[in-house]
C-alpha cells in the first residue's frame, strides 16, 4: 500500500536553532500534501496544506515566517520550524493525497519535536 | 471550536466490556473517516463512510454514519486492551481535499 515516509522521528534542538521535517510519498506522486500538528492525547490541528510547485496555504493563526513549508517536487515536502522555541515543541504529522478524485489520504508516522 | 466534536474526551473501561464513541457536527460531510492513533505514531484509517445511514463492520467495530452525514458513530464490541488508542473522526467536504478531524477519544481498555 502506500506509504508515507517521515523523517526524521524525533528530533532535539536548542533554542533558536531551525529544524527540518521531511515527508515523503514513497510509491505514489503527491500533488498536495498537509502539514499537522499535535499535542499529548489531543486531535490533530491543521496547520497549512502544502502545494506541489506553490506557495502553501496556512490555516489562520499559523505563522507562515516560522513554519516554512517547501514543496518542490510531488514526492517530497518539508516543514522548516525556524528559530525554534520551547513552545514549539509538539508531534508534527504529516499527510499525503496521490492525485485522482476519491483517493485516500495517508499519514505519516509522525516527528516528535522537543525544544531545549 | 471544534467543528466535529467526539465524546466521550476519555474512555477507560475493561476487557470484554462495549463501548460506543459519538462524532457529532452541525455541518454536513460527503465522507467521513476514523482512524485510530498509537503513542508516537500517525493515524491509521479505520474505516471511510461516504452514504448516509450506512453502516460498516471491522470485526469487533461497526460504524455509522448518520442518515443527514452529520454524525458517525464506532461500536466496539468485547474490548480488548489491544484497541486502546486515540479514536479520531475526520470529515471531508464536497470536493476538498483536506480533512476536519474531531477532537478525538482516548480509550483505554485495561486487561
Known amino acids: 500500500g502506500a506509504v508515507v515516509s517521515q523523517h526524521p522521528s524525533w528530533v532535539i534542538c536548542k533554542s533558536g536553532t531551525s529544524v527540518k521535517i521531511e515527508c515523503r510519498s514513497l510509491?505514489?506522486?503527491?500533488?498536495?500534501m498537509f502539514w499537522y500538528r499535535q499535542f499529548p492525547k489531543q486531535s490533530l490541528m491543521l496547520m497549512a496544506t502544502s502545494n506541489e510547485g506553490s506557495k502553501a496555504t496556512y490555516e489562520q493563526g499559523v505563522e507562515k515566517d516560522k513554519f516554512l513549508i517547501n514543496h518542490a517536487s510531488l514526492t517530497l515536502s518539508t516543514l522548516t520550524v525556524t528559530s525554534a522555541h520551547p513552545e514549539d515543541s509538539s508531534f508534527y504529522i504529516c499527510?499525503?493525497?496521490?492525485?485522482?478524485?476519491?483517493?485516500?489520504?495517508?499519514f505519516g508516522n509522525g516527528t516528535r519535536l522537543t525544544v531545549t | 471550536t471544534q467543528l466535529l466534536e467526539q465524546s466521550p474526551q476519555f474512555l477507560s473501561i475493561q476487557e470484554g466490556e462495549n463501548l460506543t464513541v459519538y462524532c457529532n457536527s452541525s455541518s454536513v460531510f460527503s465522507s467521513l473517516q476514523w482512524y485510530r492513533q498509537e503513542p508516537g505514531e500517525g493515524p491509521v484509517l479505520l474505516v471511510t463512510?461516504?452514504?448516509?445511514?450506512e453502516v460498516k463492520k471491522l470485526k469487533r467495530l461497526t460504524f455509522q454514519f448518520g442518515d443527514a452525514r452529520k454524525d458517525s458513530s464506532l461500536h466496539i464490541t468485547a474490548a480488548q486492551p489491544g484497541d486502546t488508542g486515540l479514536y479520531l473522526c475526520?470529515?471531508?467536504?464536497?470536493?476538498?481535499?483536506?480533512?476536519?478531524f474531531g477532537s478525538g477519544t482516548q480509550l483505554t481498555v485495561l486487561p
Open positions: 475526520a470529515g471531508a467536504k464536497g470536493s476538498a481535499r483536506q480533512l476536519t
Open positions: 499527510s499525503a493525497r496521490a492525485v485522482g478524485a476519491g483517493s485516500p489520504l495517508h
Open positions: 510509491d505514489f506522486q503527491a500533488t498536495t
Open positions: 463512510v461516504v452514504t448516509g445511514g
